[in-house]
């Protein structure tokens, strides 16, 4: 009995049909908790979008949090929100995956050349190079962080929405 098991409906993984919280996406399954996303991610959404199921994560928070994977352009029903489940959300974008995230902060320019956006690495590039210049390397600092910032979102515009821009 105890080997039984059934789907989270949260996140689709397999889990003790017993289980009152999931191993995998930690939402409680009686109902006491409502997931990040009412679309989980395996709500077909991103499912055919060709990254793994960590970015498909990414990709349903960053889809609930803004507009058109634009960092700046939030959707409005994300401001009604509360703030934790405002926090959830950016720890999915920012935290779900830190092995990307420390690529980004170790690679800079160069992850989003090794993500297959060149373009973006060319400008990113060329921005950061005439920032180190003018100010004597503080400017590449800076840059890196925004990096940071602007990776999940640019990877997704690329991988859901097919754009560079």
Known sequence: ???????????????????????????????????????????????????????????EAIDEMVIDGKWWHYNPTFWKTSIKERMKLNSVIYLSDFLSTLSVIALGAFYYLFKGMWLKFLVYSIICITLACLTAGLGTISFWIIFVVFAPYDYYRLKALGKQW
């Not at 039984?4 to 109902?31: N, V």
């Not at 979008?49 to 498909?56: E, F, T």
Request: glycine share 6%; with cysteine.
């Open 1 to 59: 009995m105890a080997d039984e098991t059934k789907e989270c409906p949260y996140c689709g993984e397999e889990i003790l049909a017993i289980a009152k919280k999931c191993k995998h996406c930690g939402e409680f399954l009686d109902g006491s908790s409502k997931p990040v996303n009412s679309n989980s991610v395996y709500s077909g959404k991103f499912q055919n979008v060709d990254v793994n199921d960590k970015w498909k994560k990414r990709f």
